[in-house]
């Protein structure tokens, strides 16, 4: 069975972000794709369901990722923005619906693209005693 580009699998939040994470003040943006031949850019949409798409950055609460970037983009398909239940700077955020889609960037490296149809507050992680 060959894998068509741009597949996506389906994921659990734990599995991606197991110490949790934090929503990054002011970063749900609208997300843009951008022409080549036209040079112009336009509102994002998912290629699969015909959505708008939003852009949410969130920071990994990892503490293993000490020293490396824990900044993450999540992208999310809703027809309107996404709103927060909290307007407390790096609150909690737990996503719904995840999937990822593996892929080669441009340095030749394996990179991931994290996609998800919401997200909600949610306690941090805590490590039992």
Do not use: H
């Amino acid at each position: 069975m060959a894998l068509k580009g741009g597949t996506r699998f389906s994921v659990r939040f734990e599995d991606v972000f197991p110490a949790g994470c934090a929503l990054v003040p002011d970063s749900i943006v609208e997300a843009q794709d951008y022409n080549e031949v036209t040079r112009a850019r336009t509102p994002a949409v998912d290629k699969l369901t015909g959505v708008r798409v939003w852009t949410v950055r969130v920071s990994d609460l990892d503490p293993d990722l000490a020293g490396r970037s824990r900044e993450v983009a999540v992208k999310i398909s809703a027809p309107v923005q996404p709103v927060p239940e909290s307007s407390a700077p790096f609150a909690p955020v737990e996503f719904e619906g995840m999937t990822v889609t593996p892929y080669v960037g441009p340095t030749g490296r394996l990179a991931y693209s994290y996609r998800a149809t919401g997200f909600r507050s949610s306690q941090p992680a805590r490590k039992a005693a």
